[in-house]
């Protein structure tokens, strides 16, 4: 459940959430800005909430995860909607560094196969994840192969 979480994250934060991650937005008031600009560019009808037509008509991303960001199922993405589900990916996201972290024992930026036994999901793809067959892995390996999955589940 952890792992589809973090592709869900991941998923979301590269697609019509990217204003998110954008260097540029340095306060949140800038942030609460883009937010607001991308919910009104969803809200065609402006209603004031985003349906699952809009969301796959300008969205494609906020569309493959709308039902599991609806979380009262009425069909309809209102903003405390799609901000709790961002904020719920952002924790998540937050706490798998931190087990990366801890895992890495000996604190090189590395996970062995050993340390890697502390996250059973990175454990058991291990060959799968570490790309370039040195017998570690680094963030960027994990995350690319986080990304691979999000984009074969599209």
């Not at 798998?96 to 090189?108: C, G, I, P, S």
Request: no cysteine; proline share 1%.
């Amino acid at each position: 459940m952890r792992l589809k979480w973090i592709v869900v994250m991941l998923f979301i934060a590269a697609h019509g959430t990217a204003f998110a991650a954008n260097p540029a937005v340095n306060s949140k008031k800038e942030l609460e800005v883009k937010f607001n600009q991308f919910f009104q560019t969803v809200d065609s009808d402006k209603s004031g909430k985003i349906s699952k037509a809009e969301a796959q008509a300008k969205d494609s991303g906020l569309a493959e995860h709308f039902d599991q960001m609806d979380a009262n199922h009425d069909g309809m993405l209102t903003q405390k909607e799609i901000k709790n589900a961002l904020s719920a990916a952002a924790n998540r996201q937050q706490k798998f560094v931190q087990a990366l972290e801890k895992a890495d024992t000996d604190k090189n930026g590395k996970l062995s196969r050993d340390e890697a036994k502390a996250l059973p999901n990175l454990s058991a793809n291990f060959d799968q994840i570490d790309a370039n067959k040195d017998d570690v892995l680094v963030t960027e390996e994990i995350f690319d192969f986080l990304r691979k999955i999000g984009d074969a589940k599209q």
